[in-house]
């Protein structure tokens, strides 16, 4: 390595590169709805009322990262990516609340920007992404939920857009993948990240948060071995889970493993095993697999999980490839007291899609709908 710091040189340089118009026009569109600011206020990019990203404490939207909505959900096929929530927690078997992490995690994003710096993107300018809004669930009655759910993601992937579900709790893991599964021309693997298996049949005599792998990788086009689960261990996997895995030949990989081998080795096992003759991977990221000291707000807290920044960097490895889909579950902001775990969560979704951006994987879709739009212009 020549230069000490490469990485921080390389982003520096690396922001020089990106467009700024999807900002110019986001800046001139608040003028115009909004109102120019007071005479008194020097910078004249300042509206009256807030309509975009700033300021971060107010002008909230409602929308992930506050991404374009969009309202009319036949016309999801105009965006590259669509992000809507599951909010769910009728399979939950301790705490509850997760049917508030979509809520909890849109809000999360108001302190963030649309660009990273380290991945040298810009979200505002690089992706055609929206906010498609949540599904309708039905608070009592799971197995209706799940098809709202299957439904959903099947109308999405239908339309040619990537889903980005945030759950919920993780008995949606059944759903997504039987709406999405359909799509693929073939396999489709599963990269899981979690403390626990979740991989039993039934749990207190149905299915729950505990079962959503047995019933996908009965899926006949997601097999269980291209399910790679990350960060398994602890205290509470029940055995019935583990002798399903075992049978069905799942790969586990606990936290010890990461910590033994590092990120870079596991990401490239995992991506090795869940690409195996598949032509499209899957991510689905319980934010409990972060150890219960930076993530309180979740429905089974495991002490001994990842590092934030180690799970930030499998996300990104794993990402590189493409990914079919992802799904952000477990995050229950009633328990999350500072909004570190919906912060995390949003995190996952943003560092890979990001990801995916610089890798040349998203970011290639313009909209071609006359709508407020972010990402690539039409050629
Ligand atoms: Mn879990």
Not at 4 to 25: I, K, S, T
Not at 72 to 89: K, Q, S, T, W, Y
Not at 345 to 360: C, E, H
Request: with cysteine; net charge negative.
């Amino acid at each position: 390595m020549t230069e000490p710091f490469a990485q921080g040189a390389w982003a520096q340089r690396a922001e020089a590169e990106l467009p700024e118009r999807r900002h110019r026009e986001e800046i001139e569109r608040a003028l115009d709805l909004g109102l120019p600011a007071a005479e008194s206020i020097k910078d004249r990019t300042i509206p009256t009322f807030s309509r975009g990203e700033l300021p971060h404490f107010a002008g909230e939207r409602g929308t992930f990262l506050k991404a374009p909505f969009m309202e009319n959900v036949h016309d999801v096929g105009d965006a590259e990516v669509a992000i809507f929530g599951a909010p769910l927690d009728a399979g939950t078997t301790y705490r509850p609340g997760t049917r508030f992490g979509p809520q909890g995690i849109r809000r999360a994003t108001n302190l963030f920007g649309t660009y990273s710096f380290e991945l040298g993107v810009d979200l505002r300018e690089q992706l055609n992404l929206v906010d498609i809004g949540d599904v309708v669930t039905i608070p009592a009655n799971i197995e209706k939920s799940f098809d709202q759910i299957s439904r959903a993601i099947s109308h999405v992937a239908a339309a040619g857009a990537m889903p980005v579900v945030l759950g919920g709790d993780h008995s949606i893991g059944y759903p997504t993948i039987r709406g999405l599964a359909p799509h693929i021309d073939g396999n489709i693997g599963i990269i899981h990240f979690d403390r626990h298996v979740d991989t039993q049949e039934t749990d207190l005599d149905e299915r729950m948060h505990t079962t959503p792998w047995f019933h996908a990788t009965n899926i006949k086009n997601a097999p269980a071995v291209n399910l790679v689960q990350i960060g398994i261990g602890g205290w509470q996997s029940p055995r019935a889970g583990v002798k399903v895995g075992r049978g069905r030949g799942t790969t586990i990989m606990t936290v010890g493993d990461v910590e033994r081998v590092g990120i870079e080795k596991i990401a490239e096992t995992a991506l090795e095993i869940a690409w195996k003759d598949a032509k499209a991977v899957y991510l689905s990221f319980d934010i409990d697999v972060i150890d219960a000291g930076f993530v309180p707000g979740t429905g089974w807290p495991e002490p001994g999980g990842l590092l934030p920044r180690e799970a930030l960097g499998l996300i990104r490895l794993v990402s590189e490839p493409g990914l079919a889909g992802i799904e952000v579950v477990e995050c229950s902001p009633p328990y999350d007291w500072a909004e570190q775990s919906s912060l995390i969560s949003a995190r996952v979704v943003l560092d890979s899609l990001a990801t995916m951006i610089k890798a040349g994987k998203l970011g290639k879709r313009p909209a071609a709908g006359k709508r407020q739009a972010w990402g690539p212009y039409p050629a």
